[in-house]
């Protein structure tokens, strides 16, 4: 069923395997099915960290997004700014049908890396979060 893989950023550059905290992700899957047509197909995305640590999941029957897969095709789920914080990760791609059925399964399907643009940005653990501090006016 899956046919290619592709990570990029904005408008489809190359496939890349290094992405800055911040950026424009795109990942393309290229499928192939043999059946005419299946409704409701489930796309489901782990973005797993080198450590196994599943650190983000979607799928996109969660998301309400109606993907019917003809014959050949190919599907694009977008994130506006990737929240990772620098290191290595994997994406695991399944496609399943609503009944649960696993039409395919890739466990680590593309190995990535996030990095930061030079700055020690002095956060830990697995994502970034838009924050800030606020103390007692006197």
Not at 89 to 99: A, E, T, V
Not at 104 to 127: H, P, R, S
Request: net charge negative.
């Amino acid at each position: 069923l899956i046919k290619e893989l592709y990570m990029y950023k904005d408008n489809h550059e190359e496939n890349k395997h290094v992405f800055t905290m911040g950026e424009n992700l795109n990942i393309e899957i290229a499928y192939e099915c043999k059946k005419e047509k299946t409704e409701g197909t489930d796309f489901r995305l782990s973005f797993v960290r080198s450590d196994g640590v599943v650190v983000y999941g979607i799928s996109s029957l969660s998301d309400k997004a109606q993907i019917d897969i003809k014959d050949r095709g190919k599907i694009i789920f977008n994130i506006d700014k990737l929240s990772l914080l620098p290191g290595k990760y994997y994406l695991d791609i399944d496609i399943k049908q609503k009944d649960d059925v696993i039409l395919d399964y890739i466990k680590n399907a593309k190995e990535f890396y996030i990095e930061n643009e030079g700055n020690d940005i002095g956060e830990f653990g697995v994502i970034s979060m838009n924050h800030k501090w606020l103390g007692d006016k006197e």
